[in-house]
C-alpha cells in the first residue's frame, strides 16, 4: 500500500505559477512510477504527466509541453508538478498517482486524494 497527499494547489492568476507536490509513504514509494492527473469539473479525468521511478524518464500530455515539469524527489518521497504560464483552462483538481509503468495509457494502483487548482482570467 501507498498513501499519497497532494499539496500546492489555491487560486492564481492567468500568467501565474503554482508547485505542486506529492508525498508518498507506505510500501518503497521509490519504487513506483508516478503520474499526475487532473479533472475539471464537468469532464473526465485526464492525463498531464508522469515519471519513472528513477526519474530519468517523463512523459507529457502535448497541451502541458513546455509548461509544466515533472520531478521526484526519491529521498523525501515526493513528486512535484511545477505549473508556468497557468491557463484558466487549467482549473481543476489534480491528483497524483503511483503504479509500476510511467506512461499515459497505463494503469495506476493508488491515488491521492487531489488539490484543487484554480486560474483566474
Known amino acids: 500500500q501507498v498513501q499519497l497527499v497532494e499539496s500546492g494547489g489555491g487560486l492564481v492568476q492567468t500568467g501565474g505559477s503554482l508547485s505542486l507536490s506529492c508525498a508518498a509513504s507506505?510500501?518503497?514509494?521509490?519504487?513506483?512510477?508516478m503520474g499526475w492527473f487532473r479533472q475539471a469539473p464537468g469532464k473526465e479525468r485526464e492525463f498531464v504527466s508522469a515519471?519513472?521511478?528513477?526519474?530519468?524518464?517523463?512523459h507529457y500530455a502535448v497541451w502541458a509541453k513546455g509548461r509544466f515539469t515533472i520531478s521526484r524527489d526519491n529521498a523525501k518521497n515526493t513528486v512535484y508538478l511545477q505549473m508556468n504560464s497557468l491557463k484558466p483552462e487549467d482549473t481543476a483538481v489534480y491528483y497524483c498517482?503511483?503504479?509500476?509503468?510511467?506512461?499515459?495509457?497505463?494503469?495506476?494502483?493508488?491515488w491521492g486524494q487531489g488539490t484543487e487548482v484554480t486560474v483566474s482570467s
Open positions: 507506505g510500501r518503497t514509494p521509490r519504487s513506483y512510477a
Open positions: 498517482a503511483a503504479g509500476v509503468v510511467a506512461g499515459t495509457n497505463v494503469p495506476y494502483d493508488y
Open positions: 515519471i519513472s521511478q528513477s526519474g530519468v524518464a517523463t
